[in-house]
């Protein structure tokens, strides 16, 4: 009975997900996230008091996905390089499956930065936040300069949300007399990474710019 509640539950949270990220949070009715979860109204408002429920409930479970995602594929990394680059792949990974979990987070951090934050705050405590631990590992070892992880995360995240986001734009971008550089999401990838490693990782001593 248990395990039926719980599949329930996040068949309904999979399709708040989709109807949030196509209609937005005003746009969207608990009608549409029960079509697509195949179940009544009811039985939505028996798990989540109503829509906003529903709507900061997406956000954790699009966030938990990420996360559980990132601990079922950690590993032992050899240095800065393949750190960050496992830190990249993890996120285009996870978003390139899932462009309407990525949607949302667009829309949430846009739209609904203060209702962002409160699920962000109730959603962290409790939970395994492995790209903060890979990175302040790489911190502790020498590979990265001394800097929060978490400002590090934000910054990753932000260079591959973006460079995803404007996935579909691309196609179109022709600016006059200006060479495009490689806009397929393996070269973006390795783009994202070059700029990562010149501002992230520590020098090797010796080099003047390495801190004291």
């Known amino acids: 009975m248990a395990r039926s509640a719980s599949e329930q539950r996040r068949k309904i949270l ?12 005003r746009g969207a009715t608990t009608r549409m996230v029960g079509r697509r979860a195949g179940v009544n109204s009811a039985l939505i408002y028996y798990y989540f008091e109503n829509k906003d429920t529903l709507f900061a409930e997406a956000i954790g479970f699009v966030l938990g996905g990420l996360l559980e995602r990132m601990g079922a594929a950690r590993r032992p990394f050899v240095g800065a390089r393949d750190r960050l680059d496992w830190l990249i792949e993890q996120l ?15 829309i949430a951090l ?19 936040l492995v790209p903060i631990e890979v990175l302040a590992e790489g911190i502790g070892c ?3 300069r001394k800097t929060h992880p978490m400002t590090m995360w ?20 022709h600016p006059r007399g200006l060479p495009l550089p490689p806009m397929d999401l393996p070269s973006r990838r390795a783009q994202i990474l070059e700029l990562l490693l010149n501002g992230l990782v520590r020098p090797a001593k010796g080099d003047p710019k390495n801190e004291s």
């Open 92 to 106: 285009f990974g996870y978003y390139t499956a899932h462009p309407e979990r990525m949607r949302l987070m667009a």
């Open 110 to 128: 846009s739209l609904h930065p203060e209702l962002f934050g409160k699920t962000l705050s109730g959603f962290l405590p409790g939970q395994t």
């Open 14 to 25: 999979e399709a708040a997900v989709a109807a949030f990220a196509q209609h937005g949070r």
């Open 154 to 173: 934000w910054s990753i995240m932000g260079l591959c949300l973006f460079s995803l986001l404007l996935n579909p734009a691309l196609p179109h971008l």
């Open 142 to 144: 020498g590979e990265l």
